[in-house]
């Protein structure tokens, strides 16, 4: 029997379909028994526990749920809102699990699997304790303190070896040590994972592991008998690719998936995609004309810059917004850096949002200062079309 570890924190109670699909995924792929050990926090309802219950007694296969009480540490770390607490359950995963389970599969959930995971079950460890893909990204503090960035895994699967992991480490404490010691860490727990584990990686083909971001933006329709992973990226409707369609497929085949694919989503998808980039055109054009000019969010991101070669600032009052006190009276990219009190009452500044993890609170503190958004303000990502939009629209329709 092949263990799978899935983690699901579902705050709006619209997260668990995505999980459904991963699981369901598993099923259909894998000729082996499997055993899926759902870590959950009381996020979970009672009617979605119920929908995962069906789902797996429809295929045969078991199901554990482990009801998971949040470590107090996670609620210090400044970044974790731009991802869910969540991603933190896989720090818990050898101690939760019980003894007997020696190894697990851990997976994602925003993941559809398209190969039999026994080829991953049944991988020789090598004398390492972890396995997984070797991650892209090259900027990592964590790579300061000696991390080896060779070996630095992305943490959306993995092969784990908990009985090995277990005799060796205090995995939990370590790994919150980790993370208490350095609370602005890029990755949370990927960092802390492979900071306590350094060297003890083992990195497997990115079959396991396919970014479909990557797949998209190298023009590749399909990658055959592997995981692919949403990571940074979501199944789109429109134009859609082999592992979009997988996952449609998949979703409308789980408890979570009744008259999805036949539902507004779909019918309207293509129409709004051409009002978003009506909107986009719309905004920059806003831009170029206003002479009043404030980014919320003292960070240049590459949207920013963007937006600086195409509306040329040059002539324009500008300034960076952000509450922090000590960034008030800094520069950013030669511009001051003010509080976002200083606006209220000022009826020709636009806003840009480039803080977009968190537009939904910034958006009501500009509605609550009289602006309107489109008109006055909006989210830095909204003046570029892309599909994005799609990620949030599709989460309303179940």
């Known amino acids: 029997m092949i263990n799978i570890c899935l983690a699901l924190h579902d705050e709006k109670g619209t997260y668990a379909k995505y999980t459904a699909v991963t699981m369901l995924s598993v099923f259909l792929s894998t000729k082996e028994s499997v055993r899926v050990f759902l870590l959950h926090d009381n996020t979970l309802s009672e009617e979605n526990k ?12 078991r199901i554990e749920f482990v009801l998971i009480d949040a470590v107090d540490e996670w609620n210090s770390l400044k970044n974790i809102s731009a991802f869910t607490v969540g991603t933190m359950f896989r720090l818990l995963i050898p101690t939760v699990l019980p003894d007997e389970v020696e190894k697990v599969i851990y997976l994602d959930s925003d993941i559809v699997v398209n190969m039999d995971v026994s080829e991953l079950w049944n991988m020789d460890f090598a004398d390492k304790l972890i396995l ?11 790579f300061n303190l000696g991390v080896d960035e060779n070996t630095y895994i992305n943490a959306g699967v993995l092969l784990m070896d908990l009985k090995a992991i277990r005799s060796k480490y205090d995995f939990l404490a370590e790994t919150t040590s980790y993370l208490r010691a350095h609370p602005d860490c890029m990755w949370n727990d990927e960092d802390a994972i492979n900071y306590v584990l350094d060297g003890q990686q083992r990195v497997i083909s990115n079959r396991f592991n396919s970014y479909t971001a990557k797949l998209r933006e190298n023009f590749e329709e399909k990658h055959d008998s592997c995981i692919y992973h949403f990571a940074g990226d979501f199944p789109h409707p429109i134009d859609m690719k082999d592992y979009d369609a997988l996952f449609f497929d998949v979703l409308k085949k789980t408890p979570f998936g009744d008259g999805i694919i036949n539902s507004v989503f779909f019918r309207d998808a293509e129409y709004i995609a ?6 986009a055109l719309e905004l920059t054009n806003r831009l170029k004309k206003a002479s009043n000019i404030a980014f919320w969010g003292a960070k240049e991101t590459a949207a920013y810059k963007e937006l600086k070669e195409r509306v040329r600032f040059a002539k324009k009052n500008v300034r960076f917004l952000d509450s922090k006190d000590e960034l008030n009276g800094t520069k950013l990219d030669g511009y001051v850096v003010c509080h976002p009190n200083e606006i209220v009452g000022e ?9 977009y993890n968190h537009y939904e609170v910034i958006s009501k503190s500009l509605t609550d200062m009289g602006f309107t ?9 909204e003046f570029f079309y892309s599909e994005s939009w799609m990620r949030g629209y599709l989460d309303r329709v179940v």
């Open 132 to 142: 997984g893909r070797k991650e892209i990204r090259y900027d990592n503090p964590i």
């Open 373 to 381: 958004e489109h008109k006055n303000y909006a989210c830095v990502n």
């Open 274 to 279: 051409k009002q978003k980039k009506k909107i």
């Open 347 to 355: 009826n020709d500044v636009f806003v840009v949002v480039l803080a």
């Open 50 to 61: 119920h929908r995962f219950d069906s789902l797996v007694n429809e295929y045969n296969q």
